[in-house]
């Protein structure tokens, strides 16, 4: 289990970075400051389970959790957001070494 999240924090950082490297891209090329937010991003790849995902936290969560929550999300920049889910699957998947040492029983 932690090799499966050790590798999806590794997708999430490779998605960050390719992210922020369209976006500095972008940037130079207008001049100005450019951040794709997340929602955009999303849409650009699939719109169908952007529409989806708003169906089911409807149905299952509550409406105005998508209109609070969600979409406080989905206006953050993209990079940042995948940055801050490989940082939390990494955490989760993290193995801390025994306080007794190396050489404990």
Same mark, same amino acid.
């Given at each position: 289990?932690?090799?499966?999240?050790?590798?999806?924090?590794?997708?999430?950082?490779?998605?960050?970075?390719?992210?922020?490297?369209?976006?500095?891209?972008?940037?130079?090329?207008?001049?100005?400051?450019?951040?794709?937010?997340?929602?955009?991003?999303?849409?650009?790849?699939?719109?169908?389970?952007?529409?989806?995902?708003?169906?089911?936290?409807?149905?299952?969560?509550?409406?105005?959790?998508?209109? &609070?929550?969600?979409?406080?999300? &989905?206006?953050?920049?993209?990079?940042?957001?995948?940055?801050?889910?490989?940082?939390? &699957?990494?955490?989760?998947?993290?193995?801390?070494?025994?306080?007794?040492?190396?050489?404990?029983?």
């Amino acid at each position: 289990m932690r090799f499966l999240l050790r590798f999806s924090s590794l997708v999430a950082l490779v998605v960050a970075v390719i992210a922020g490297t369209i976006d500095s891209i972008q940037s130079v090329a207008a001049s100005a400051v450019v951040m794709t937010p997340m929602g955009d991003a999303w849409n650009d790849v699939s719109p169908s389970s952007l529409a989806s995902l708003r169906a089911t936290i409807a149905y299952y969560v509550h409406p105005r959790f998508y209109d &609070l929550a969600m979409q406080w999300l &989905l206006f953050q920049p993209a990079f940042a957001v995948f940055l801050v889910i490989s940082l939390l &699957l990494w955490m989760v998947a993290y193995k801390r070494q025994p306080v007794a040492g190396r050489f404990s029983a």
